[in-house]
T-cell receptor
Framework: NAGVTQTPKFRVLKTGQSMTLLCAQD?????MYWYRQDPGMGLRLIHY???????AKGEVPDGYNVSRLKKQNFLLGLESAAPSQTSVYFC?????????????FGPGTRLTVL | QQQVKQSPQSLIVQKGGISIINCAYE??????FPWYQQFPGKGPALLIA???DVSEKKEGRFTISFNKSAKQFSLHIMDSQPGDSATYFC??????????????WGLGTSLAVNP
């Protein structure tokens, strides 16, 4: 059981470049989330998904897009990267959306935008 | 506006001491309060959680104390060890959010336990 995995672990982009972060989970979880973590800002929800084929905006969705074509995968895209998107990105999944369901986090992707 | 206010931002404790991290909230619809622990370079992981129908929950050296009237809850780490050095996040969940019950996160506390 790999749990939640994220690809890549590190990435450096130039302003304006695009990239996709991949999250995969093998726990058959319905809900998946993308967070960003910045010093002093805690965990901020970017987008989330309540099931295959669904996506919804979190608190900081601007500049990001997501897709959930398969239940086990949740992709986060940056169409035109900006320095303000330099951050550590975490994917998480949970069995359901009760809020009481434990969220399982991946190891994170450290992204630097120059 | 931070719905869950966590303090302190950072904490240094001597080995064997008690670490205390506090969180406060305003929304009385919150009914689930987890604490997550994050080691450097790793993702957060659930440590312990409590519902408001109990005032305290203990798991090993970790205890959550919950004060419903004051709308506060705290994490106590007894006999703190260097291996407890991590960032701790409190969170809360709104019972009325239906299928969109998301966790509302505190900003985190960086704990360092000196040997």
């Amino acid at each position: 059981n790999a749990g939640v995995t994220q690809t890549p672990k590190f990435r450096v982009l130039k302003t304006g470049q695009s990239m996709t972060l991949l999250c995969a989970q093998d726990m058959n979880h319905e809900y998946m989330y993308w967070y960003r973590q910045d010093p002093g800002m805690g965990l901020r929800l970017i987008h989330y998904s309540v099931g295959e084929g669904t996506t919804a905006k979190g608190e900081v969705p601007d500049g990001y897009n997501v897709s959930r074509l398969k239940k086990q995968n949740f992709l986060l895209g940056l169409e035109s990267a900006a320095p303000s998107q330099t951050s550590v990105y975490f994917c998480a999944s949970s069995y359901g959306g009760k809020g009481t369901d434990t969220q399982y986090f991946g190891p994170g992707t450290r992204l630097t935008v120059l | 506006q931070q719905q869950v206010k966590q303090s302190p931002q950072s904490l240094i404790v001597q080995k064997g001491g008690i670490s205390i991290i506090n969180c406060a909230y305003e929304n009385t619809a919150f009914d689930y309060f987890p604490w997550y622990q994050q080691f450097p370079g790793k993702g957060p992981a659930l440590l312990i959680a409590i519902r408001p129908d109990v005032s305290e929950k203990k798991e090993g050296r970790f205890t959550i104390s919950f004060n419903k009237s004051a709308k506060q809850f705290s994490l106590h780490i007894m006999d703190s060890q260097p291996g407890d050095s991590a960032t701790y996040f409190c969170a809360a969940s709104n019972r009325y959010a239906g299928n969109n019950r998301k966790l509302i996160w505190g900003l985190g506390t960086s704990l360092a336990v000196n040997p």
